[in-house]
C-alpha cells in the first residue's frame, strides 16, 4: 500500500525561509525586540490575541517612506522615514472605518481610514535619519507630508499628527 505524504509543511518551510514569515494566511512573525506599535481590532493578521504587535525591525522590514517636510512643532524642514499608514493598515486588512491613534501616556485622537492614502501620513520612525528618542517625539509619530498639500496644513490634521504613538485601535 502506497503511503500519502503531506507537502504541506514543506511548503510552509520554504515560504518562512523566502518571506520570512509564516506560509498560513493571518499569522504575522513575533517580535524579537521591544513592541513599538500594537495593533487591534478586525485585523486579517496577528501575532497573538487577535492583534498585531511590531517591533521597529518589523516596522522597518514593510516599504519605507521618506519625505521632508515643515511642522509646526520643529524648527525649519525635517526629514522623515517610516511605514506609509495606508501600508501597514492595507497589511492588516483595515479598509475603512476610524482608528484611535494612542500614545504612550494614553492620549488619543481618531483618525479616518480615509486618511491612509499613498503619498499621505506615514508612521515615522526616524527622523533627520536617527531613531526619535521619547523626548523628540517617539520613537513612532504620525506625520504627514505638511507641505505637500495644502490641506495638510489644517488644525484637523496636525491634532491627527500623534507623537509617542503606541497603540492603534481599528473601529468598522
Same mark, same amino acid.
Given at each position: 500500500?502506497?503511503?500519502?505524504?503531506?507537502?504541506? !509543511?514543506?511548503?510552509?518551510?520554504?515560504?518562512?525561509?523566502?518571506?520570512?514569515?509564516?506560509?498560513?494566511?493571518?499569522?504575522?512573525?513575533?517580535?524579537?525586540?521591544?513592541?513599538?506599535?500594537? @495593533?487591534?481590532? !478586525?485585523? +486579517? &493578521?496577528?501575532?497573538?490575541?487577535?492583534?498585531?504587535?511590531?517591533?521597529?525591525?518589523?516596522?522597518?522590514?514593510?516599504?519605507?517612506? +521618506?519625505? +521632508?517636510?515643515? +511642522?509646526?512643532?520643529?524648527?525649519? #524642514? *525635517?526629514?522623515?522615514?517610516? @511605514?506609509?499608514?495606508? @501600508?501597514?493598515?492595507? *497589511?492588516?486588512?483595515?479598509?475603512?472605518?476610524?482608528?484611535?491613534?494612542?500614545?504612550?501616556?494614553?492620549?488619543?485622537?481618531?483618525?479616518? @481610514?480615509?486618511?491612509?492614502? &499613498? $503619498?499621505?501620513?506615514?508612521?515615522?520612525? /526616524?527622523?533627520?535619519?536617527?531613531?526619535? #528618542?521619547?523626548? &523628540?517625539? $517617539?520613537?513612532?509619530?504620525?506625520?504627514?507630508?505638511?507641505?505637500?498639500?495644502?490641506?495638510?496644513?489644517? /488644525?484637523?490634521?496636525?491634532?491627527?499628527?500623534?507623537?509617542?504613538?503606541?497603540?492603534?485601535?481599528?473601529?468598522?
Amino acid at each position: 500500500m502506497a503511503r500519502r505524504v503531506s507537502m504541506l !509543511p514543506l511548503v510552509a518551510s520554504l515560504a518562512f525561509l523566502a518571506f520570512g514569515q509564516p506560509a498560513l494566511a493571518g499569522v504575522l512573525a513575533q517580535p524579537t525586540g521591544p513592541v513599538l506599535l500594537t @495593533v487591534t481590532g !478586525p485585523v +486579517t &493578521e496577528s501575532n497573538g490575541n487577535h492583534a498585531a504587535a511590531f517591533d521597529l525591525d518589523m516596522l522597518k522590514a514593510l516599504p519605507a517612506t +521618506t519625505f +521632508t517636510t515643515s +511642522t509646526i512643532w520643529t524648527d525649519g #524642514p *525635517q526629514t522623515f522615514t517610516g @511605514v506609509s499608514l495606508k @501600508v501597514l493598515l492595507d *497589511q492588516l486588512g483595515i479598509k475603512s472605518g476610524l482608528i484611535s491613534a494612542v500614545a504612550i501616556n494614553d492620549y488619543a485622537v481618531t483618525i479616518p @481610514v480615509s486618511d491612509a492614502v &499613498e $503619498g499621505g501620513p506615514i508612521i515615522a520612525y /526616524e527622523a533627520n535619519g536617527k531613531p526619535m #528618542p521619547v523626548r &523628540e517625539k $517617539g520613537p513612532l509619530w504620525i506625520v504627514y507630508p505638511y507641505d505637500h498639500k495644502d490641506a495638510y496644513r489644517s /488644525e484637523v490634521i496636525y491634532s491627527r499628527s500623534i507623537w509617542q504613538l503606541a497603540k492603534i485601535a481599528a473601529k468598522p
